[in-house]
């Protein structure tokens, strides 16, 4: 049997700054404005894994070729472009292949063939700091990789000079495939002992009222997390900043609760990766109420706020008391047409905000994090929040408040 780490290989693969083209279909279930947008996210996934993109290849398509995934003549216009260009080190696809057709694909345009569930199980693997996180990742990375191991046996073989394509066979494949089996029972129990921990100091944190802050990914919840709370988690402008959850105490108006940090979502995030992440939710779960934050000047800011409401339909918390907070509104109102004057922008805005107010059925505040603004209000608002909620909850504790 080959040797391969798997988690390993991850987290090495996009270290050095490498060139990529990205591949994209138009399909009747994806428009040609999505899949444009999902391109410019798949750029961005890209560069926060070490990749820059050079070019991108979109194909218009009733469903995609099972053998290449986009038809023959894209392929030869993607090969062409590559052997032109001899910094191009990978092409990624926007959607997941199989193990077929990365064998497929590799052979023919003789360079790494990346889908975007590798893409992201990449970067998880490079963010992962806790012993969860990282169990996580490797579950959700063997989970990924159980069904192709034909495609990966393939690919390696060609890597290492071997006898041709045939692969090692499929007694060393279902070899593989027990070991990879036993690897992910192993994981899954390690993870449960985990998350009795986790509930264990979930309920030692005393009678406080639970806030979670939810988003898409790269919104500034790390950066309000950090106002909020006065201390300094890692923030930056890059997809997947924070995986692991934190938790901080927050105190307002000497009112204490607790603040959580969730990592982000994001749209064709891979079924495997939720499901392993699952545990790393609990705390949204587990919350008395939720900051739903919003990157406002994103032109699909809207497509994001469904994203994740969708999510947290999934995880059945769609019903706690929820304030959308449309971050960033210093950089929104540079968008605004400088003929207008400032009552104008002032009216537009206002009206925005009543009309998400009636379409999600809650309080909406804009702020930015960054700036400042608003920032008074919004902890104000946050206090009410809180005391409400601790008043029903915890009556008793209404002399100590």
């Known amino acids: 049997m080959a040797e391969w780490n798997i988690s390993k290989q991850a987290k090495t693969s996009l270290r050095k700054k490498e060139y990529a083209v990205l591949v994209g279909v138009i399909t009747p279930e994806q428009s040609e404005e999505q899949v444009k947008e999902y391109l410019d996210e798949l750029a961005f996934l890209a560069l926060t894994a070490g990749a820059k993109t050079q070019k991108t290849y979109v194909q218009k398509l009733q469903h995609p070729d099972r053998r290449t995934f986009v038809g023959k003549g894209k392929i030869e216009e993607i090969l062409t472009y590559v052997e032109m260009n001899?910094?191009?080190?990978?092409?990624?696809f926007d959607d997941d292949l199989t193990g077929k057709q990365v064998s497929i694909l590799e052979e023919y345009l003789k360079v790494k063939i990346i889908d975007r569930s590798t893409l992201i199980l990449d970067i998880f693997a490079e963010r992962a700091q806790t012993a969860q996180a990282q169990a996580q990742v490797e579950l959700a990375q063997l989970q990924y990789l159980l069904p192709r191991l034909r495609g990966l046996w393939t690919h390696l073989e060609r890597q290492r000079g071997g006898i041709g394509m045939?692969?090692?066979?499929?007694?060393?494949?279902?070899?593989?495939?027990?070991?990879?089996?036993?690897?992910?029972?192993?994981?899954?129990?390690?993870?449960?002992?985990?998350?009795?921990?986790?509930?264990?100091?979930?309920?030692?944190?005393?009678?406080?009222?639970?806030?979670?802050?939810?988003?898409?990914?790269?919104?500034?919840?790390?950066?309000?997390?950090?106002?909020?709370?006065?201390?300094?988690?890692?923030?930056?402008?890059?997809?997947?900043?924070?995986?692991?959850?934190?938790?901080?105490?927050?105190?307002?108006?000497?009112?204490?609760?607790?603040?959580?940090?969730?990592?982000?979502?994001?749209r064709k995030l891979p079924h495997h990766l939720v499901e392993s992440f699952k545990s790393t939710l609990d705390e949204t779960r587990e919350s008395d109420c939720i900051l739903h934050?919003?990157?406002?000047?994103?032109?699909?800011?809207?497509?994001?706020?469904?994203?994740?409401?969708?999510?947290?339909?999934?995880?059945?918390?769609?019903?706690?008391?929820?304030?959308?907070?449309?971050?960033?509104?210093?950089?929104?109102?540079?968008?605004?047409?400088?003929?207008?004057?400032?009552?104008?922008?002032?009216?537009?805005?206002?009206?925005?905000?009543?009309?998400?107010?009636?379409?999600?059925?809650?309080?909406?505040?804009?702020?930015?994090?960054?700036?400042?603004?608003?920032?008074?209000?919004?902890?104000?608002?946050?206090?009410?929040?809180?005391?409400?909620?601790?008043?029903?909850k915890y009556p008793y504790l209404k002399n100590k408040w």
């Open 166 to 266: 045939r692969g090692p066979g499929e007694k060393e494949i279902e070899t593989d495939r027990r070991i990879v089996r036993d690897k992910i029972s192993k994981l899954k129990k390690d993870l449960q002992k985990i998350d009795k921990q986790s509930e264990t100091q979930r309920k030692n944190r005393g009678q406080m009222v639970r806030v979670a802050l939810v988003g898409y990914t790269n919104v500034g919840k790390s950066t309000l997390m950090n106002v909020l709370s006065k201390s300094d988690v890692f923030a930056e402008n890059k997809l997947f900043a924070t995986l692991d959850t934190t938790v901080r105490k927050v105190v307002i108006d000497r009112l204490p609760f607790l603040l959580s940090d969730t990592v982000g979502f994001i």
């Open 86 to 92: 001899d910094e191009i080190t990978m092409v990624i």
């Open 293 to 392: 934050v919003v990157d406002f000047p994103h032109s699909h800011h809207e497509e994001h706020i469904q994203t994740v409401l969708k999510t947290l339909k999934d995880l059945n918390v769609d019903k706690k008391p929820t304030l959308l907070v449309l971050n960033k509104a210093d950089l929104y109102r540079e968008q605004f047409d400088d003929m207008l004057d400032k009552q104008t922008r002032e009216d537009i805005l206002n009206e925005i905000i009543e009309n998400y107010k009636n379409n999600y059925n809650c309080d909406v505040m804009l702020i930015s994090a960054v700036s400042g603004e608003n920032m008074d209000n919004l902890k104000a608002k946050l206090s009410e929040m809180v005391t409400d909620i601790q008043q029903v």
